[in-house]
C-alpha cells in the first residue's frame, strides 16, 4: 500500500555543545497541516534543519514521500526560514530569473500572482522591503515550484493579523488535494487553533506531546479553584499544577476527572504553559 505518510521522522538525536534533539518523533500524514510549538530555544528549528539536512543529524531517521529525506527531491519541498536571507540587492524579478534556472517546475505565473496578492514590488529591492515582505516573498518562491511539502519556520511571524489570515488561507487551500502536507513552527498558538490537524510541542530537546488538535482540546481541560478543592480531584486527573495571585489552576484529563468536577475547554497557550512552568504531578 503506497504509504499515506509524507514525512516520517523516528528517534532523530542531534548534539550541540549546550542543547541536544532527543529522540524527536513526528508523523505527518498527507493532506495535514502539523504546527510545531515550544518556547525559544526548544529546537524547532533545528528539528526542521535536521529534516531537511541543513544541520546533519546524529542518529535517527527523516523520511519524506517513503524515502530517506537526503535522496528527496528538494523541489518537492518548499522551505521558510525566518533567517535565510537573499543577497541585498535581489530583486522579486531577479528572483524569478534565478529560480527558473533552478526548478524544473518554477511557475512564474503563480510567483508573480503571488508578489501582486501580497503587494510586493517586483523591482524592489529585497533589502528595503519589511520584514513580513521579506517572508511573504519567500512564501511566494515556496508556493511557486509545486512543492508537496512545506516546511516553514515561523512563516507567520511578524505578519499584520490581516496578511495572517490570509496565509492561513493560502496553507488550507495548499493541503486541500490531500496530496499536500505543511509542517510550521509558530510561536502563534491561535493560528493553530485554526487550521492545524495536528499539535507537536517540543520542550528541551524532546517531544511533550504529538496529538491531533481536536483530541487535545478534548483530551485537556483547565481546572480552577484553590489548594483545598485541589486536594479532592482524582490524582491520576492532574497532570501539572499552576499557582498565581488568582489561585490555582490545573492541567487536567477530562475523562480521568469525570462528571463532579468542571474543566473548561483549554486554550494550546493555556496547555503549553501548563506542561512547561506547571508543578508537573504526571498521571498514571
Ligand atoms: N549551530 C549551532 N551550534 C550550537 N548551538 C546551536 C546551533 N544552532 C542552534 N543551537 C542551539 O540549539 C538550541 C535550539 O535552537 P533552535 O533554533 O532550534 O530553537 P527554536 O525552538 O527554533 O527557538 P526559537 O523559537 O527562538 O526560534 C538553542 O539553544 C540554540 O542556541
Not at 10 to 15: D, N, S
Not at 26 to 31: D, E, N, S
Not at 70 to 84: L, S, Y
Not at 217 to 244: E, F, M
Request: hydrophobic share 40%; proline share 2%.
Amino acid at each position: 500500500m503506497e504509504n499515506q505518510n509524507i514525512l516520517e521522522v523516528h528517534g532523530l538525536c542531534k548534539k550541540y555543545k549546550k542543547f541536544a534533539l532527543e529522540q524527536v518523533d513526528l508523523v505527518l500524514p498527507k493532506g495535514c497541516i502539523m504546527g510545531f510549538v515550544g518556547e525559544n530555544g526548544a529546537g524547532k528549528t533545528t528539528t526542521l534543519k535536521c529534516i531537511l539536512d541543513i544541520a546533519h543529524r546524529d542518529s535517527g531517521s527523516v523520511d519524506i514521500f517513503g524515502q530517506d529525506s537526503r535522496k528527496a527531491d528538494m523541489e518537492d519541498i518548499g522551505v521558510v526560514f525566518v533567517e535565510m536571507n537573499y543577497q541585498q540587492d535581489i530583486t522579486g524579478n531577479n528572483i524569478n530569473t534565478m529560480y527558473r534556472n533552478i526548478y524544473r517546475n518554477w511557475q512564474e505565473d503563480t510567483f508573480f500572482g503571488y508578489l501582486d496578492r501580497f503587494g510586493i514590488d517586483r523591482k524592489k529591492a529585497y533589502k528595503t522591503a519589511s520584514r513580513g515582505m521579506q517572508l511573504k516573498l519567500q512564501l511566494a518562491v515556496a508556493l511557486s515550484h509545486r512543492a508537496r511539502l512545506l516546511l516553514l519556520d515561523e512563516p507567520t511571524s511578524g505578519l499584520d493579523p490581516v496578511v495572517r489570515d490570509e496565509m492561513l488561507e493560502i496553507f488550507q487551500d495548499f493541503i486541500m488535494d490531500e496530496e499536500h502536507s505543511i509542517l510550521f513552527s509558530t510561536h502563534i498558538t491561535s493560528d493553530l487553533e485554526k487550521i492545524a490537524d495536528y499539535v507537536v510541542m517540543i520542550h528541551e530537546g524532546r517531544v511533550i506531546f504529538s496529538e491531533q488538535k481536536d483530541t487535545l482540546l478534548y483530551q485537556y481541560g483547565i481546572w480552577k479553584g484553590n489548594d483545598s478543592s485541589l486536594a479532592k480531584l482524582p490524582k491520576n486527573a492532574v497532570l501539572a499544577v499552576s499557582r498565581s495571585g488568582f489561585g490555582v489552576s490545573a492541567l487536567v484529563n477530562r475523562e480521568k476527572l469525570g462528571r463532579n468536577f468542571e474543566a473548561e475547554r483549554p486554550s494550546i497557550d493555556e496547555i503549553m504553559l501548563h506542561l512547561i512552568k506547571g508543578e508537573q504531578i504526571w498521571a498514571e
